[in-house]
């Protein structure tokens, strides 16, 4: 049992990843994310009839908002991983029949009350109270085994643990770590979808950039933004009406996982990509060096480098050295984030509405619609969120 | 003595962690170790989550004896309460049972002192009359 090739991308849209969107609402920004999207696949808006949202925004209310009426839908509550598994649910859903064209649908707003955090995060001690979960509940954030030892703000303490022990077990220098920062600003430079697109950067600027929590740097980290994306998904057979170039999905595995909060992973410089990525290969029948180029989540550089090795773009503990000596820009050997990705994109906050960046860069890619950016061998991409 | 205004545990609302909390006040550590299994596991749980026995466990002492798995060294934490302590060490504590935890590293210079895998050694840090946490410091 194969969805090898059964179901395409058609259509997406996305809403520039800016700082703050003054005034909008999430809904508000979900809605033009959508329509854009309908009307980029040549659709309309009564031929949706599946909804994939993000974690956090029960996809009932979404429809609601939307005035939509899918005959299937769901939330994926996925952290990071929502955009691709959205793909991966939704091919699934398109092969099993459950739908016919399918809106998948992320992003947000940021509040700006909460000082550079996301909405709905802690704002004094009194909300973080360190409970204990009904008495030895699952270990997260909040509960009486973190809370009380002062966790970082955000995700960094987590990708500050992993970086730490990446660097001792296998080597990876700062200047390779940065390497991912610069290489995924040149490709940000001209995508004017990107916040700090027009800005570029050295190594130099990475490395004397302030630590948010050793021994991560600020410019390996992203910064929050209000954005929004979403993407059509149909059958192959129905896309090859459409207007748009089919992106076929040719393999998918995962969600992948172990763990909530990263103490509880046995092995913190393996991610669970070392599970998904297989599947997902196998099931399209190439190799992960057979891929032409890469759209990783990268919420840090970290990140994005475990995860790359952990496809198989590079020997396990050698990611340091591949970014070392491969041109991953969008004008060299192995274009990596060719929009710059979150890190220099800016990362939309809301549910893992971050994970849109990738989605649909490489659909813009493979479509071949990403102007100066475009990559010449732009017809297999390795997907990770 | 200021008010301690950083999270801590509710340990008498919870009779399940309660025999931990009660043992850091003594300076003792204790974990879940199963009955069965004979493993230790972190964080406690009804069951082993090795073969789902409830109520087959037991808190056991253990040594205390422990390597610095990672850290990172907070400049910003989540917390404000936090905000007088930067810089610290937040970190992935194994002890020798083989269990992994979150604590600090105190009694060394931040960053300075720290190296992954240096061998630890529990200490006790009563935070409050009621509260004893568990940190840990170079062996």
Redesign the interface.
């Known amino acids: 049992m194969s969805i090898r090739g059964a179901a395409a991308i058609v259509g997406y849209h996305e809403i520039p990843t800016r700082r703050n969107y003054p005034g909008r609402s999430n809904w508000s920004m979900l809605a033009e994310a959508a329509n854009g999207a309908i009307r980029d696949a040549g659709l309309r808006k009564d031929q949706i009839d599946g909804l994939l949202c993000q974690e956090g925004f029960n996809s009932l209310t979404v429809a609601e908002y939307m005035q939509l009426s899918p005959k299937y839908t769901q939330s994926m509550t996925l952290h990071g991983a929502t955009a691709t598994g959205a793909v991966s649910a939704g091919a699934a859903a398109i092969a099993a029949g459950y739908a016919d064209y399918i809106l998948c649908v992320m992003g947000g707003t940021r509040d700006p009350e909460a000082g550079g955090q996301q909405p709905g995060g802690?704002r004094?001690?009194q909300q973080?109270?360190?409970?204990?979960r009904?008495?030895?509940?699952p270990?997260s954030?909040g509960t009486?085994?973190?809370?009380?030892?002062?966790?970082?703000?955000?995700a960094?303490?987590g990708y500050?643990?992993?970086k730490?022990?990446h660097m001792?077990e296998f080597g990876t220098t700062q200047e390779q770590f940065a390497k991912c920062s610069v290489d995924q600003r040149f490709n940000a430079l001209l995508d004017p979808n990107a916040a700090f697109s027009g800005q570029p950067i050295t190594i130099e600027d990475v490395l004397n950039s302030?630590?948010?929590?050793?021994?991560?740097h600020l410019l390996e980290c992203v910064m929050p933004c209000a954005g929004a994306g979403a993407w059509i998904m149909t059958s192959a057979e129905r896309a090859r009406a459409l207007p748009n170039k089919p992106v076929y999905v040719l393999g998918a595995g995962g969600p992948a996982t172990s763990h909530d909060t990263?103490?509880?992973e046995r092995n913190?410089t393996t991610s669970p990509v070392a599970l998904s990525a297989p599947v997902a290969l196998r099931m399209s029948g190439y190799n992960a060096r057979d891929m032409q180029f890469a759209e990783f989540y990268d919420c840090y550089t970290i990140l994005v480098m475990m995860c790359l090795e952990d496809a198989g773009i590079c020997p396990k503990g050698e990611i340091g050295p591949f970014y070392a000596s491969t041109d991953t820009t969008y004008k060299g050997g192995f274009p990596i984030n060719t929009n710059g990705g979150q890190i220099s994109g800016g990362q939309p906050v809301g549910g893992g509405g971050g994970g849109i960046k990738q989605v649909i860069e490489a659909a813009r890619q493979i479509m071949g619609r990403a102007g100066p950016r475009q990559i010449a061998k732009n017809d297999l991409c390795l997907v990770n969120g | 003595m200021a008010e301690y205004?950083?999270?801590?545990?509710?340990?008498e609302?919870?009779?399940?962690?309660e025999p931990f909390w009660e043992a850091t006040k003594r300076h003792e550590l204790v974990i879940p170790r199963c009955k069965r299994c004979n493993l230790y596991f972190w964080?406690?749980?009804?069951e082993c989550p090795n073969c789902y026995q409830r109520d087959q466990w037991e808190w056991t002492p253990v040594s205390g004896r422990a390597h610095l798995?990672?850290?990172?060294?907070?400049?910003?934490?989540?917390?404000?309460?936090?905000a007088d302590?930067v810089?610290?060490a937040?970190?992935?504590v194994q002890l020798e049972e083989g269990v992994?935890?979150?604590?600090?590293v105190v009694g060394c210079a931040i960053?300075d002192d720290l190296k992954?895998?240096m061998p630890l050694m529990a200490t006790f840090d009563d935070?409050t009359p009621e509260c004893t946490?568990v940190?840990f410091k170079p062996a």
């Open positions: 802690f004094n001690p973080m109270s360190a409970q204990p009904g008495g030895g509940g270990a954030r009486e085994w973190e809370s009380p030892y002062g966790p970082v703000v955000a960094n303490g500050g643990l992993i730490q022990r001792y302030r630590f948010t929590n050793d021994p991560l990263i103490f509880m913190v | 205004r950083k999270p801590l545990p509710r340990a609302d919870y009779p399940l962690t964080y406690p749980r009804q798995h990672t850290f990172t060294v907070v400049r910003q934490p989540q917390n404000p309460a936090f302590d810089p610290y937040y970190a992935i992994r935890m979150i604590s600090n960053p992954v895998d935070v946490l940190k």
